[in-house]
């Protein structure tokens, strides 16, 4: 099924840092054809749960742009899927950062789908870590954080059972022709932020779930040793 790639080869990955001049953290990342453009910016006030907590906030928001799909979407139509992904992007997000360094401060990560062709939510999360940890480094030189609060790397990636075959990082056709759909967010430590899956028809066994997490451990590790060498600038000892 999948030509130029092996079953458990990644897509090529280009993330290009700061690339909003106005963003105190930006990127734009590629996972092969699929383009997101991740944003992180901080706003000195927090929801109304946090208010005198003196403890920060992170949250995500996702959308894809009209001309991002074959088929034009609607710019601003916030369908439930969209929130289902802005939720677990944050989710994934706040997992790996000491709110309680922040203050009474929200960062908000913007993730703009630009191109899609499969694992859309994956990059954002992958992105969405980059930005958010480029915008902490920049309040951190600017002394509005004592330190960078990031206590882990975070990444994730798609896993695909395709006519009997393990594919790691999906694109769109293989995607839309898997018979059983699974993501996957995970930390540097090997340990499961969020795990999705979805028998498209019919079902998937216990060892093909176990199958799924060896081959996801694969490629999140390969992802988040990328990570660390492109912000070993901001997290030296991570």
């Given amino acids: 099924m999948r030509k130029k790639r092996k079953p458990d080869q990644l897509r090529k990955i280009k993330i290009e840092r700061n690339f909003i001049k106005h963003a105190q953290g930006s990127c734009l990342i590629e996972m092969g054809d699929?383009?997101?453009?991740?944003?992180?910016?901080?706003?000195?006030?927090?929801?109304?749960?946090?208010?005198?907590?003196?403890?920060?906030?992170?949250?995500?928001?996702?959308?894809?742009?009209?001309?991002?799909?074959?088929?034009?979407?609607?710019?601003?139509?916030?369908?439930?899927?969209?929130?289902?992904?802005?939720?677990?992007?944050?989710?994934?997000?706040?997992?790996?950062?000491d709110l309680s360094y922040l203050g009474e401060t929200t960062i908000h990560v913007d993730c703009d789908v630009i191109q899609a062709d499969g694992g859309t939510r994956t990059t954002s999360i992958i992105g969405g870590f980059i930005a958010l940890v480029d915008c902490l480094g920049r309040l951190h030189q600017d002394n509005e954080i004592n330190e960078i609060p990031v206590k882990k790397f975070?990444?994730?990636?798609?896993?695909?059972?395709?006519?009997?075959?393990?594919?790691?990082?999906?694109?769109?056709?293989?995607?839309?022709?898997?018979?059983?759909?699974?993501?996957?967010?995970?930390?540097?430590?090997?340990?499961?932020?969020?795990?999705q899956g979805t028998a498209e028809s019919g079902d998937f066994s216990q060892n093909d779930l176990l199958k799924s997490i060896e081959l996801a451990r694969k490629g999140i590790g390969e992802i988040i040793d990328f990570q660390r060498n492109l912000l070993k600038d901001v997290l030296p000892n991570l």
């Fill in 34 to 97: 699929t383009k997101v453009l991740c944003a992180a910016n901080q706003e000195k006030r927090v929801p109304l749960f946090l208010k005198g907590t003196d403890s920060g906030w992170i949250k995500a928001e996702y959308r894809m742009l009209p001309a991002s799909t074959e088929n034009r979407i609607p710019r601003d139509r916030i369908s439930g899927r969209i929130m289902e992904i802005q939720r677990l992007i944050g989710r994934s997000l706040r997992s790996v950062v």
């Fill in 154 to 195: 975070l990444a994730a990636t798609s896993i695909g059972l395709c006519k009997g075959e393990y594919l790691l990082d999906l694109n769109y056709n293989e995607d839309s022709q898997a018979d059983v759909d699974l993501n996957f967010v995970m930390n540097s430590d090997g340990n499961f932020i969020e795990v």
